[in-house]
């Protein structure tokens, strides 16, 4: 129900304007992604300063800081959160089990992570190129990615 909510709102946005230039399948995947990062946003804002309170946590064996400690306890949120809004909404039309999408899903996500670093360590170590800037250019080629894997691998129908 919630999704096809969702699906409702992807086609009321989609404008004839914003179809002249984007097809759907990538619009309904960026607006998955853009409600994913607002999600990622806020539950990082309430964990940071509610949860951990902005204080070092001290696990016994490694005393991990306060951004970071919040970064692993949102990871997981947004993990399913994004599995849930690319399966339901941006590639509703398949039809596999749950269990083998969300294994390959974590598998698209670890290869995500690999390529933020050697996309960082490429344009920052290797070209020179400023950390922001670099950092822009990493978001295009992972979202890139992350759409290629996600259409023809995770959420194949």
């Not at 914003?18 to 309430?46: H, P």
């Not at 599995?83 to 899903?105: C, D, E, G, M």
Request: charged letters at 10%; proline letters at 3%; hydrophobic letters at 55%.
């Amino acid at each position: 129900m919630i999704a096809k909510l969702l699906i409702r709102a992807v086609d009321a946005l989609y404008i004839p304007q914003i179809r002249r230039f984007i097809s759907r399948d990538i619009f309904c995947y960026g607006v998955c992604g853009g409600v994913n990062m607002v999600l990622d946003t806020l539950w990082y804002f309430i964990l940071y300063h509610f949860v951990v309170c902005e204080r070092f946590v001290n696990l016994g064996f490694v005393v991990v800081s306060p951004h970071i400690a919040t970064l692993c306890l949102v990871f997981p949120i947004t993990f399913f959160t994004g599995f849930w809004l690319n399966r339901n909404v941006a590639f509703h039309a398949t039809h596999i089990s749950t269990t083998p999408q969300l294994a390959k899903y974590a598998l698209t996500v670890v290869g995500s992570i690999a390529l933020n670093y050697a996309c960082m360590k490429f344009f920052v170590d290797l070209c020179g190129v400023w950390a922001t800037p670099s950092k822009m250019l990493t978001t295009i080629v992972c979202a890139a990615y992350s759409f290629v894997a996600g259409r023809y691998f995770t959420f194949k129908a």
